[in-house]
């Protein structure tokens, strides 16, 4: 994930500092789409409020995005 950041920055774009990696990810999903790892399932969820947090602050947010939020 390292190198993504850093091409990214090549790019002259910004990564939110979260980051959250789903080692056999077959496994980590129940069939209903899941995830069966609490802890992970947590993380994912900050990850997304990070995302959406940061999104606002930069710039204009739809009304989707801060439903989602």
């Known amino acids: ?3 993504l950041r850093t ?3 090549w790019m002259h774009t910004w990564a939110i ?3 959250v990696a789903i080692g ?3 496994r980590a999903f129940d ?3 899941n995830l069966l790892d609490d802890h992970l399932a947590k993380r994912l969820d900050a990850f997304d409020h990070s995302l959406v ?4 602050k930069l710039g204009r947010v739809s009304q989707w995005e801060r439903a989602a939020a």
């Open 24 to 26: 056999q990810s077959w």
């Open 31 to 33: 069939l209903d789409g």
């Open 1 to 3: 994930m390292n190198d």
């Open 53 to 56: 947090d940061n999104r606002q």
């Open 17 to 19: 500092p979260e980051q």
């Open 7 to 9: 091409v990214m920055g």
